[in-house]
């Protein structure tokens, strides 16, 4: 892995490079040895924290201190949380995100939020587009953590994703300001590379989507390497 030299950090993508669905990829482990221990790892994950990551890392064998991981569902409640300081939160998110929005002083309600929040919600629902695209359309604000319509399942599969369950209510909506906080946009690239302490010229993308985890980096000057 040449690609590997001349860096002095990598940022690694989650589902479909490390992982897929509750088994680690066959070249994860070469991977992570490749990078020296310096790696961090950026995911557009919408539904689980660093903690709950990190310890899903460690059940395949991998020591990963939840500090070094770079959620965007995590960094799209901060965003809202810094943005909107006690905001009224109308959330579509797994539990584990929602106890994390309450943590940040965010108000987690059923009526007239101040900001409207996707992510990969497993019990999304009719209610849910109807209540969150009449609440955008009233004027609250949009965050949808990824665009990601799908990632790679077990043996072919696929998983929806955040941007599936944001489009259901922009199709609703028509077209109206949104916020968009995962890969591509740069937000989570610039986070990774803070964690190492290392500057883009000198940062490595590893990913298995070009159009995420590849276009995100160029962007901001790193370069990028695709697997799977």
Same mark, same amino acid.
């Given at each position: 892995?040449?690609?590997?030299?001349?860096?002095?950090?990598v940022?690694?993508?989650l589902?479909? *490079?490390?992982?897929?669905?509750?088994?680690?990829?066959?070249?994860?482990?070469?991977?992570?040895?490749?990078?020296?221990?310096?790696?961090?790892?950026?995911?557009?994950?919408?539904?689980?924290?660093?903690?709950?990551?990190?310890?899903?890392?460690?059940?395949?064998?991998? =020591?990963?201190?939840?500090?070094?991981?770079?959620?965007?569902?995590?960094?799209?409640?901060?965003?809202?949380?810094?943005?909107?300081?006690?905001?009224?939160?109308?959330?579509?998110?797994?539990?584990?995100?929602?106890?994390?929005?309450?943590?940040?002083?965010?108000?987690?309600?059923?009526?007239?939020?101040?900001?409207?929040?996707?992510?990969?919600?497993?019990?999304?629902?009719?209610? *849910? =587009?109807?209540?969150?695209?009449?609440?955008?359309?009233?004027?609250?604000?949009?965050?949808?953590?990824?665009?990601?319509? *799908?990632?790679?399942?077990?043996?072919?599969?696929?998983?929806?994703?955040?941007?599936?369950?944001?489009?259901?209510? %922009?199709?609703?909506?028509? $077209?109206?300001?949104?916020?968009?906080?995962?890969?591509?946009?740069?937000?989570?690239f %610039?986070?990774?590379?803070?964690?190492?302490?290392?500057?883009?010229?000198?940062? %490595?993308?590893?990913?298995?989507? $070009?159009?995420?985890?590849?276009?995100?980096?160029?962007s901001?000057?790193?370069?990028?390497l695709?697997?799977?």
């Open positions: 892995m040449h690609e590997f030299k001349d860096v002095d950090g940022l690694f993508d589902d479909g *490079t490390l992982i897929s669905g509750n088994h680690a990829l066959p070249w994860a482990r070469d991977l992570i040895d490749a990078s020296r221990g310096h790696f961090a790892i950026v995911t557009n994950d919408a539904e689980h924290t660093a903690s709950e990551i990190a310890i899903l890392m460690g059940g395949f064998g991998f =020591i990963v201190a939840e500090e070094r991981i770079v959620t965007a569902g995590m960094a799209a409640i901060r965003l809202a949380a810094e943005e909107m300081p006690g905001a009224k939160l109308f959330i579509a998110a797994s539990a584990s995100l929602q106890a994390y929005a309450r943590t940040l002083g965010l108000n987690l309600c059923q009526e007239r939020p101040d900001v409207v929040l996707i992510g990969r919600d497993r019990k999304f629902s009719y209610d *849910t =587009i109807r209540s969150a695209a009449n609440f955008v359309l009233a004027g609250a604000k949009l965050v949808i953590c990824n665009p990601d319509l *799908t990632h790679p399942g077990r043996e072919g599969s696929i998983v929806p994703e955040t941007g599936a369950l944001a489009a259901s209510i %922009l199709a609703c909506t028509g $077209p109206v300001p949104h916020q968009i906080v995962g890969k591509p946009e740069p937000g989570i %610039l986070a990774g590379m803070k964690l190492l302490g290392t500057s883009p010229d000198r940062t %490595l993308m590893v990913g298995d989507n $070009p159009e995420t985890d590849g276009k995100g980096a160029i901001v000057g790193m370069n990028f695709k697997v799977g």
